[in-house]
């Protein structure tokens, strides 16, 4: 096992962490460059997303003929983290969620006429996107079996009716891929479309306010009303939408979870600072052992996440799905994340309740982390069915090298 990285990956954590202290970190810390949303304004963020590209340091994630730095999923765990430092840090590199994932998926799966006309707008910076699956009530949720969005066959093109809910980016995106129902097969019962913010027969009925600061163009309310697309705009194939659905979120877990690493560790390093010029009844905060054990077990918290998510990329970069890693690193870093901004304004006293800090920022972004892309208890599940799949094996080690090596 080797838990090294390339000089080439490291190039780019030291320009990430230099770009993210000395230009991102100085305008996140000015309110006038915060929108309504409490996100990055559109003028500083255009202004920062030309530096970043200007360097080089722009889609990371994807293939260099697509545009990107080619740096596999490994690279973009040590660089994601990096980049959350500041709240505003992925948007900026342009490997915020939805569109990275979007543009991950695309590029896998996509056909190249449909990469030109639907991924490079993205990958320019030119256009956002939307992913839109979930479903309120009854349709489909954690269970894309109950997905009720059904897309007809009329003539050589399909039409589409249904209702999602928390589509995020909706507002502002002008790709979306559409998850629908093409039959009522239990495994090839869905398939994926590609549509456009100005092709007619939906509409977003209303942005959903959220306790948690919000993307660009928020989480959305959509409405299809016999919406037609032509067969050109079905993406992978039709029947294969759970397909192309998984490959879209396993990865784009993952890259949740190393963003959300970054922000733990910046709630950490705000805490720490705290700790370190405060005191109570004669004593240091960072003196205090109830102190030093709190954020310990942070440190520890964050490094076993950062070893389920190496994990998880290296296996992702080897060709496996990995599953159960993706999982893991989903449930803990979660949960993690929360407990990182709960500790921190702990330490930070009413300070750390106040807005001086993004610690409330954290704190409140935070408890989606646990819903969003499977639930605790959907992916607890998973592992569960795996580990009666698998029995042992679950537990297996992956055999490489030679017995040389070994010995
Ligand atoms: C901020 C935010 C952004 C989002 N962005 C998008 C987006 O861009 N596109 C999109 O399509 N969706 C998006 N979602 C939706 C998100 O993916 C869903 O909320 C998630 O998949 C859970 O589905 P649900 O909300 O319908 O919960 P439900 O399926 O109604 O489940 C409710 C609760 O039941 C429990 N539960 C569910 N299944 C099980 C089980 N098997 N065992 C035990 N307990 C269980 C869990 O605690 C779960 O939280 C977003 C959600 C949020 C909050």
Redesign the pocket.
């Known amino acids: 096992m080797d838990l090294t990285i390339s000089p080439r990956i490291e190039d780019f954590r030291a320009r990430i962490a230099r770009f993210v202290a000395d230009e991102i970190l100085p305008v996140e810390a000015e309110r006038a460059n915060w929108d309504a949303h409490g996100n990055i304004a559109s003028a500083p963020l255009e202004t920062l997303r030309e530096k970043a590209r200007g360097e080089g340091l722009w889609c990371l994630q994807l293939r260099p003929e697509t545009g990107g730095q080619g740096l596999g999923k490994v690279g973009m765990a040590v660089t994601y983290e990096e980049m959350n430092r500041s709240i505003f840090g992925p948007v900026v590199f342009n490997s915020a969620a939805?569109d990275d994932g979007n543009m991950m998926v695309l590029e896998k799966a996509a056909t190249e006429a449909q990469k030109e006309r639907w991924l490079a707008p993205i990958v320019a910076g030119r256009v956002n996107s939307?992913?839109?699956?979930?479903e309120p009530?009854p349709g489909g949720?954690?269970?894309p079996g109950m997905m009720l969005t059904t897309a007809r066959k009329a003539g050589d093109r399909y039409v589409i009716s249904g209702r999602?809910w928390?589509?995020?980016?909706a507002e502002s995106a002008a790709h979306v891929i559409l998850i629908a129902r093409t039959s009522d097969d239990p495994r090839r019962g869905l398939t994926a479309f590609l549509h456009h913010r100005d092709d007619p027969g939906w509409r977003i009925e209303r942005r959903i306010p959220?306790m948690?600061p919000e993307e660009h163009g928020g989480?959305c309310e959509l409405v299809y009303e016999d919406m037609e697309l032509a067969p050109d705009r079905v993406l992978l194939g039709e029947g294969l939408g759970l397909k192309l659905t998984q490959m879209r979120l396993g990865p784009a877990r993952l890259t949740h979870c190393m963003r959300w690493l970054g922000l733990a560790k910046r709630a950490t390093e705000i805490a720490q600072a705290y700790a370190a010029e405060r005191s109570g009844f004669g004593v240091r905060l960072a003196d205090r052992e109830s102190i030093q054990i709190k954020m310990g077990d942070l440190a520890m918290g964050i490094e076993i996440g950062r070893l389920l998510v190496m994990k998880a990329a290296w296996a992702l970069d080897r060709g496996s799905f990995a599953r159960k890693e993706i999982s893991m690193a989903k449930i803990h870093v979660a949960n993690l994340l929360h407990k990182a901004a709960d500790v921190a304004i702990q330490v930070n006293g009413a300070r750390g309740y106040s807005q001086d800090t993004v610690l409330e920022w954290i704190y409140r972004y935070a408890r989606?982390a646990r819903?969003?892309?499977?639930?605790?208890?959907?992916h607890q599940?998973v592992l569960n069915r795996l580990l009666g799949e698998e029995d042992r094996d679950f537990w297996r080690w992956e055999v490489g090298g030679s017995e040389e090596a070994g010995r």
Not at 130 to 134: D, G, K, L, Q, R
Not at 166 to 169: A, E, Q, R, V, Y
Not at 371 to 378: F, H, K, M, T
């Open positions: 939805p939307s992913f839109a699956m979930t009530h949720g954690s269970d999602k928390f589509i995020t980016g959220i948690g989480h989606q819903l969003v892309d499977g639930a605790d208890e959907v599940m």
